[in-house]
């Protein structure tokens, strides 16, 4: 895991139980998370909003109160996209989360809730987050202090 996923990882980590913050988090080279409410607290319609952007295009938007991330490529299909991606999925999603791998050229998605093996990658998916992979934490807490 690259040092930059790895402390990525571990802000959001800290994010999801500090429901209180609101704006920038974490700043890195070209990688940003922060986070933001939406509606006011303990009222229908409010949701807190964990945001990761990659060079101010936003790549994911995980919704901790209701277990769900949004992850998009925003037409840059890069190796430094697909493995900021792949880094929120690993983490996120736990061992039943999805990848993306790359042949010729073209990106898939190896497996998913929703997804089929082996089918096209097409910008954007909703995925269901319903906890952090523990082991995958560990792991990016130790690269991030490395």
């Given at each position: ?17 500090k429901a209180d913050h609101n704006g920038d988090y974490f700043r890195l080279a070209n990688t940003i ?36 991330m949004y992850v998009r490529d925003c037409g840059w299909r890069t190796a430094t996209t697909k493995s ?63």
């Amino acid at each position: 895991m690259r040092k930059i996923n790895a402390k990525m990882i571990v802000a959001i980590r800290d994010l999801m139980g500090k429901a209180d913050h609101n704006g920038d988090y974490f700043r890195l080279a070209n990688t940003i998370v922060s986070q933001w409410h939406d509606g006011p607290c303990q009222k229908p319609g409010y949701s807190r909003v964990i945001e990761v952007k990659l060079h101010l295009n936003t790549i994911a938007r995980i919704y901790p109160d209701i277990c769900r991330m949004y992850v998009r490529d925003c037409g840059w299909r890069t190796a430094t996209t697909k493995s900021r991606l792949n880094a929120l999925l690993g983490a996120l999603c736990g061992k039943d989360g999805d990848s993306i791998t790359q042949s010729r050229g073209q990106w898939y998605t190896s497996r998913g809730e929703w997804l089929k093996a082996g089918n096209d990658w097409q910008d954007c998916h909703w995925y269901v987050a319903p906890h952090a992979d523990n082991w995958m934490l560990k792991a990016a807490e130790m690269v991030a202090k490395g």
